[in-house]
């Protein structure tokens, strides 16, 4: 039943769209894509970025036991203040990225309903998010932004709903490259799923004589109008699909590709396949695209060393990969990829020589418009027990929300204040809305 209260909050929604159009058109036509990479079972970024000053390397290696790395073995980088870190010795290829000041690091950032420091969580005096440490609702909540309500959208679905008349091919506004993803569900825009090395589309079609007869009865079959509004809104909805399909496939197959190598790995793969999707964007009528990649197996419970040296091997090559791309391309400056994770993990190393559930974590952020070379947000004392440890066992409280990361990215992307208001409600909780990392 329709009442009031649904008729205004559906009215209010629809001058919120308008007025974000407005904003997505007043940014102008330039191609802007984001790159979104989600590391699924929670990165330990205990072990991606130490700190490497004489104290702080000595609390983290005290309490990471068998967990900790050699410090001789961390690859150094340095911010413009001479602070000090090292990252994982299998991120060489971001190294050089980050000295190239091309890659940022976003320090300590989580779920969070407004900003809460280590006693308030202790004590809940302060909104907490949904289930915290849950793998599930921590992954929904870094793709929603919505710390403590259910939905059905994502805020990079939603940037997609504000931006996609900027496209003449709306249905590429969104796709991903890992599955169904609700970071990319918009209120109108839907992501196009990529199959990565095959044929995005039907299956059980071929090239034979009787496999395109089948096919040819199925497309006529869609095309009749019965008179049903019901089955001629599916049959469209079908038809936009097989559209889009054979336009993907066309764009990631074929023999012309990159000069780009890419590791052949399952990370490397889906950002070989966003990159010649990129490469094809003049053709494919697109000036605004918010992809989603992910690699998994981050859940290190166990054997925590040689899972993430293996898992950290992927990634670093991958968005290395991904970024000299970009380069070849001429779209270094207009393509910004970052990493997602639902939580970090404990600095207190598990029974198992792995890590528990954490909380907040460090994220990365690679592109010609990153204002690289720099750790953003506030480091966590890397100690147990310490101001920032919410539990006892190196759980960080988070110091820069989801809400500011996602911002931050977003304002790049081509919202104003306003917009952003209404991409991410719980913004207005916090006072910084943009980190400053993008230019």
Not at 32 to 42: T, W
Not at 208 to 224: C, E, H, M, V, W
Not at 261 to 276: C, D, H, I, K, N
Request: aromatic share 6%.
């Amino acid at each position: 039943m329709l009442t009031r209260r649904s008729l205004l909050h559906s009215l209010a929604a629809a001058g919120a769209l308008g007025r974000l159009r407005q904003t997505a058109s007043a940014a102008g036509t330039e191609y802007k894509s984001l790159v979104c990479v989600f590391l699924f079972g929670g990165n330990d970024c205990n072990n991606m970025i130490v700190p490497l000053g004489a104290e702080q390397y000595r609390d983290y290696s005290r309490a990471r036991g068998g967990l900790a790395l050699p410090q001789t073995s961390l690859l150094p980088v340095t911010t413009p203040g001479g602070v000090a870190y090292g990252l994982h010795p299998r991120l060489a290829d971001l190294q050089q990225l980050f000295t190239r000041k091309k890659l940022a690091i976003v320090a300590n950032v989580g779920m969070l309903t407004r900003p809460t420091t280590r006693d308030q969580y202790r004590q809940r005096t302060a909104p907490l998010p949904s289930n915290l440490f849950s793998h599930s609702d921590q992954q929904t909540q870094w793709q929603s932004s919505y710390p403590d309500t259910s939905s059905r959208t994502g805020w990079g679905g939603r940037a997609a709903d504000f931006t996609q008349q900027l496209n003449t091919n709306r249905g590429l506004t969104p796709s991903s490259l890992s599955g169904n993803t609700m970071l990319l569900a918009g209120k109108e825009a839907r992501p196009a799923l990529v199959t990565v090395g095959g044929v995005t589309g039907l299956s059980g079609f071929n090239d034979t004589p009787p496999s395109q007869a089948r096919l040819r009865g199925f497309l006529d079959l869609l095309n009749i109008n019965e008179g049903s509004a019901l089955v001629q809104i599916l049959n469209d909805t079908a038809l936009e699909g097989l559209r889009i399909s054979q336009v993907l496939s066309a764009a990631t197959g074929g023999a012309l590709g990159l000069a780009t190598r890419f590791p052949a790995t399952t990370l490397g793969r889906q950002l070989e396949s966003v990159a010649r999707i990129i490469r094809m964007r003049g053709d494919l009528g697109v000036n605004r695209q918010v992809f989603f990649c992910s690699l998994g197996g981050f859940d290190t419970h166990i054997n925590q060393l040689a899972t993430h040296d293996s898992l950290l091997s992927q990634l670093g090559p991958a968005l290395a990969a991904f970024h000299a791309a970009t380069l070849e391309l001429g779209v270094e400056n207009q393509v910004t990829a970052f990493t997602e994770s639902e939580f970090g993990r404990t600095l207190q190393p598990s029974s198992g020589a792995g890590s528990d559930h954490g909380w907040g974590s460090h994220h990365m952020i690679v592109g010609g418009a990153v204002k690289g070379g720099n750790v953003y947000g506030q480091f966590p004392v890397v100690a147990m027990g310490g101001p920032d440890d919410a539990t006892g066992r190196g759980v960080w409280v988070p110091t820069t929300s989801v809400d500011q990361y996602a911002a931050s990215l977003a304002t790049w992307f081509g919202m104003d204040e306003g917009a952003l208001a209404e991409l991410l409600p719980n913004l207005a909780n916090f006072a910084q809305r943009n980190l400053g990392i993008l230019g």
